[in-house]
């Protein structure tokens, strides 16, 4: 099956697309890893999206990039990619994410990526053109990077009361402050580290469909340090319903907490970044504010606001994937 070729313009238009996509991920996104810091008032909102942003960009000089392999060919045959299936996807994920954003619902940039890139896979190329066993991965981090950082949060938890077991209340805050701020960092880090390499993935696969990559595929320089700038940019810019919703809505935080459930996400993200695992950064980040209340105790989570995020989790894919193969469709016409 050929791919299109298209004008240079037309090129540089839907690089344009992905890096928007980008710095609506950062915006979306941004919540992720700055809720916690800002609901315990650690950090102002204002220095808190610009912290984020500092270490959402220093990940360009930290991680590999299999995750962007992974979204590259690893989720759709990269072969039967072209500029209609990119932008297809593109739109698909950008239409869910201004959606769950408006609503103030903290789903999945990552997943609705995927389901763009599945919805306007199939349509191209049908059940072949999809890559199984990149697909299962990422749908199985649905239900594992929240479930598994919940119980690891609630593991630091337990595990840090018992240090600290006889400290004085003073100074058990003291301490917390100080390592909340570090752990915020790190899943900033992680975040940046994840999420952005989705959007370089994209654009790889992109300039693959079009001859201008020299060799075996990979990621120019370049396409990294944008899609890094991008969503660097993107969370400078905030998310504030998001940061409500995930920093005060699911459960009150103290810095203790603050900092089980930031390095609990940490954990998951450095993991999954390092096996080239596309998780969800909302996901995971929810799983362990939920995990840091619930081992307080079950009535300090709200239940009812983390079943309806979780409805939203699960119909992020399908709904996604559905733009993204109108949209793809609707470029067949033209």
Known sequence: MTTTQIALPWLIALIALALAFDFLNGLHDAANSIATVVSTRLLSPVHAVVFAAFFNFAAYWVFGLKVAETVGKGIIDKDIVDPQVIFGALVGAMFWNLVTWWRGIPSSSSHALIGGLIG??????????IMWPGVIKTASAIVLSPMMGLFLSMFLILMTSWLFMRATAKSAEGIFRKVHLLSSAAYSLGHGANDAQKTMGIITVLL?????????????????????????LGTLSGGWKIIETMGTRITKLSHHQGFCASAGGSV???????????????????GCVVGVGAAR??????????GN???AWLVTIPASAAVGALFYWLTTLI
């Open 120 to 129: 306007a896979g199939l349509l191209r190329a049908g059940l072949d053109g």
């Open 309 to 311: 995020i979780v409805v």
């Open 268 to 286: 998951m993200l450095f993991a999954a970044t390092a096996f080239g695992i596309p998780v969800s950064t909302t996901h995971t980040i929810t």
């Open 208 to 232: 693959y469909s079009q001859g201008m990559l020299q060799g075996e595929f990979h990621v120019p320089g370049w396409v990294v340090l944008s899609c890094y700038v991008a969503i660097s």
């Open 297 to 306: 105790r079950a009535s300090a989570v709200r239940w009812s606001v983390a």
